[in-house]
């Protein structure tokens, strides 16, 4: 038997939100990687702090923060409110805002990394061909790490599905608006649900694996062409 339709809406709302954040995060984690990766400023190194600090935060403090810079008397809150009409806390948009900040290093350290390996005189060559760096960045960056943007991609779009505590927090659990797999599942197996909760942990072990199976083998891929390359 699969999902009911109060778990398919769930699954969809989750599914949205991978997908929106994962598209937000390539947006802001790319640019802000390869400025990482380039950068010798000195305070480079508490930017990568902060963008690291969700890999060892608990989700519920990161939840916690953003539920008091949501709140209608916060500032950012206001500012949200007077653009968009609408309030963050236990609202969509909230939880993309959660989920980039709390995914971003999934995006930002692989992409820096990668970044790093590229060859300055590469760059240098295809500026003195004219390319600009806008054109650089498509012809030229974007090709050689290709791998490594797809797993990126992959990693935060898992990371995302699976999200509890910082979605619990400044999300809720408001059926169609905020709760998302990980939610209903918790709530399953509070009521002692235990069929349903199989179907979702199921539903997400599949999107889990299925996004590491590919991140393994782009990388092996990659690794064969690289050997035979060589040979």
């Known amino acids: 038997m ?17 997908a929106v954040s994962t598209f937000i995060l390539l947006l802001i984690g790319l640019p802000l990687a390869w400025w990482l990766a380039r950068s010798k400023q000195a305070y480079k190194p508490i930017i990568e702090t ?6 060892i935060l608990p989700p519920t403090v990161i ?24 309030q963050l806390a236990f609202s969509f948009s909230g939880l993309v805002i959660g989920s980039i900040i709390y995914s971003l290093p999934f995006v930002v350290q692989p992409m820096q990394s990668s970044y790093e390996r590229i060859p300055q005189l590469t760059l240098l060559t295809a500026a003195s061909l004219g390319a600009g760096p806008i054109d650089r960045f498509f012809t030229v960056i974007l090709p050689m790490t290709r791998r490594a943007t797809i797993a990126a991609a992959a990693l935060a779009f898992a ?27 918790y709530d399953h197996v509070e009521s002692l649900e235990f069929g349903r909760a199989h179907r979702i942990a199921a539903a997400l072990l599949m999107v889990s694996f299925t996004s590491l199976l590919l991140i393994y083998t782009l990388d092996r891929r990659a690794n064969l062409r690289i050997r035979h390359a060589r040979h």
């Open 2 to 18: 699969g999902l009911d339709s109060a778990d398919l809406t769930a699954l969809f709302l989750t599914l949205k939100l991978a």
């Open 50 to 55: 902060l963008i690291a600090l969700p890999l």
């Open 63 to 86: 939840g916690f923060y953003l539920l008091l810079a949501f709140s209608p008397d916060s500032w950012f809150a206001n500012i949200w409110l007077n653009i968009f009409g609408s």
């Open 159 to 185: 990371h995302t599905m699976g999200e509890f505590g910082v979605v619990l927090m400044i999300g809720g659990n408001i059926p169609g608006e905020t709760q998302v797999l990980s939610i209903a599942l």
